[in-house]
Nanobody, 114 residues
Framework: QVQLVESGGGLVQPGGSLRLSCAASDSAFSYRTMGWYRRAPGKQRELVAYINPGGGTDYADFAKGRFTISRDNAKKAVLLRMNSLKPEGTAVYFC????????WGQGTQVTVSS
């Protein structure tokens, strides 16, 4: 069964940076549009960013200019570089395809606090 394993979260001060990684055991990975999502406490899951098989990207408004999504098809990995983090970025971050075709992983906790 396809697994998604997210990592790289942690505690960071406002204005800091983190790089999240998602490893997928998926033979079709290079053909999928992949996304990062997040779920903040008491809120619904929301999209952070997408990257399509060709490397084209799209971002939620809050992520534009601060976050960068990338992928390594050889490693079946999708990355999210987050700069200038804000306290409202505190959430559990997940990856999945844009159609939620893969089984959700555990996510990685990001806490932005001084």
């Amino acid at each position: 069964q396809v697994q998604l394993v997210e990592s790289g979260g942690g505690l960071v001060q406002p204005g800091g940076s983190l790089r999240l990684s998602c490893a997928a055991s998926d033979s079709a990975f290079s053909y999928r549009t992949m996304g990062w999502y997040r779920r903040a406490p008491g809120k619904q899951r929301e999209l952070v960013a997408y990257i399509n098989p060709g490397g084209g990207t799209d971002y939620a408004d809050f992520a534009k200019g601060r976050f960068t999504i990338s992928r390594d098809n050889a490693k079946k990995a999708v990355l999210l570089r987050m700069n200038s983090l804000k306290p409202e970025g505190t959430a559990v971050y997940f990856c999945n395809s844009n159609t939620f075709a893969l089984r959700w992983g555990q996510g990685t906790q990001v806490t932005v606090s001084s």
